[in-house]
C-alpha cells in the first residue's frame, strides 16, 4: 500500500471506530437529566451560592428593617440631670430618626424637651428647651430639615411620673418626639 492508501485506510478505520463507540454508548433509554457533567456540577454549585448569598442579604434586610422599626418607635430620649446634651447610647436611634426625615419631606415632628422639678421654672423651661434643641441639631445633621421640626419645651409642667424620687426625676427629664 502507498503512504496515501495507507493514511486513507487509518482514517476510516479510526472513523468507523468513533462511529461504533458513539452508536454503543447511547441506546437512548438513559435520562440525560439524570448524568451530570462537569459543568452541570459546576453550574449547579455557582447557582446554590448565590441563592445562598441572596438568601443572606434578604436575611440581612429583614434584619436591617426590624431594627430601624424598633428605632422609629422609640419616641422618648432621656437626660442625665442638669445636662442638655443626649445620651451617647441615644445616637444611633436618633440617626435613623433623622434619616427617616430625610428621606420622608412631608413628615413634620415636633420636640417636647422636659425637666424635673428641681430648679426654678425659668431655668426648667430653658433646659428642656435646650434638650428638645440638642436633638433636633443631631437629626438635622443626619438630613432633617428643620422646616419640619418644632421644638416646645414644658420644663417641669407636664412631668411623665409623680414623686420626689430619684426613678421619677429619671423619668421626667426628657425629649418626646411626637409625630
Known amino acids: 500500500m502507498g503512504t496515501h492508501s ?4 487509518k482514517t476510516t478505520i479510526l472513523a468507523l471506530s468513533i462511529m461504533g463507540l458513539v452508536a454503543c454508548s447511547s441506546t437512548g433509554d438513559e435520562d440525560m437529566t439524570t448524568t451530570p457533567t462537569a459543568d452541570t456540577g459546576a453550574a449547579d454549585t455557582a447557582a446554590a451560592a448565590r441563592a445562598a448569598e441572596e438568601a443572606r442579604l434578604a436575611r440581612e434586610r429583614e434584619a436591617q428593617a426590624r431594627m430601624e422599626a424598633a428605632a422609629l418607635a422609640t419616641t422618648v430620649f ?3 440631670f442638669d445636662v442638655s446634651e443626649f445620651l451617647a447610647s441615644d445616637r444611633d436611634v ?3 430618626h433623622g434619616r427617616n426625615l430625610a428621606a420622608n419631606s412631608g413628615t413634620r415632628v415636633r420636640l417636647e424637651g422636659h425637666a424635673d422639678e428641681r430648679g426654678t421654672r425659668e431655668y426648667n423651661l430653658a433646659l428642656g428647651e435646650r434638650r428638645a434643641n440638642s436633638i433636633r441639631d443631631y437629626l438635622v445633621v443626619n438630613g432633617a430639615s428643620l422646616s419640619q421640626i418644632e421644638t416646645v ?3 417641669e409642667e407636664r412631668p ?3 414623686g420626689q424620687s430619684e426613678a421619677s426625676y429619671r423619668q421626667n427629664r426628657r425629649v418626646e418626639i411626637i409625630k
Open 6 to 9: 495507507m493514511k486513507f485506510f
Open 78 to 80: 432621656y437626660f442625665d
Open 94 to 96: 436618633l440617626a435613623i
Open 153 to 155: 419645651s414644658y420644663g
Open 160 to 162: 411623665a411620673a409623680q
